[in-house]
């Protein structure tokens, strides 16, 4: 397969192209970061660059990824706390003139027929690139775990620490990123907050919450915090923090 790189927002694709490439997608509630939303304007307008599509030979989007640009000076504890605390460093630095020399990648996605063959890889090493041609130093990632939904009440710290016995990580998404040469910096146990009504969780998760209390969701990496009295949901999605070579 012969692939294009393209900016996303370069020309309009068709609809059902799209449909395609974003069909698994996320969990429903992976909107509800409020502070996400006073951002992410600002992100697509200011970061159109770094929004790339891998494009097959027949014009087909079948791929792609995003980031954000932030100054990072090298430290764990000076990363951001996870994806939302990175878009908000980048919208900021931007404002406030600073100049950035670390890519955070923030996401990436492969057509769901098409998985397997390596385009995950090629989109991350595109988007390296970019960061090469942009004359940035680092490239890092708050790592959203896929298999993480299996094992909700595990600490994000344990999770990380997983391997098989080939002494890669245990998840494939984090091993995606090893696989280009990414080590693990850190976990993100916070990464985003997502808060809603308690109707409104029930909507997204298609399930009651009667109690308040703690409760596993459908594609949840964490638990699900749920106030009657108040009549509010917390979720907490925690990453983990990848830094490539």
Known sequence: MVLKIERTG????????????????????ITADQLVKEYIGKVGEWFADLNLMLVDD????????????????GLPQSLPTGYTQALVRAVEGREQGANPNTLV??????????KGRGLAGETLEALRQTARQ???????????????????????ETFMRWSREDGMALDP?????????????????????????????????????PESGDYVIP????????SRSAD??????????????
């Not at 020309?11 to 509630?29: A, M, V």
């Not at 942009?134 to 994000?156: C, E, H, N, S």
């Open 173 to 209: 998404w984090i091993r995606a990123h090893q696989r280009l040469g990414a080590k693990i910096l850190s976990a993100a146990p916070a990464s985003q907050t997502m808060t809603g009504t308690v109707a409104e969780w029930e909507r997204w998760t298609g399930m009651a919450f």
């Open 58 to 73: 027949h014009d087909v989007p079948v791929a792609s990824g995003w980031g954000v640009p932030i100054h990072w000076d």
């Open 232 to 245: 509010q949901g917390v979720y907490q999605e925690p990453n983990v923090w990848m830094q490539h070579s």
């Open 134 to 156: 942009a004359g940035w130093d680092r490239v890092i990632a708050p790592v959203r775990p896929t298999t993480k939904a299996r094992y909700p009440l595990t600490p994000i």
């Open 105 to 114: 990648i923030c996401g990436a996605i492969v057509t769901p027929s098409l």
């Open 10 to 29: 370069a020309r309009t694709w068709q609809d059902e192209h799209l449909k395609e490439l974003f069909s698994e997608g996320f969990p429903e509630f």
């Open 219 to 226: 594609g949840g990496l964490s638990l699900l915090r749920i």
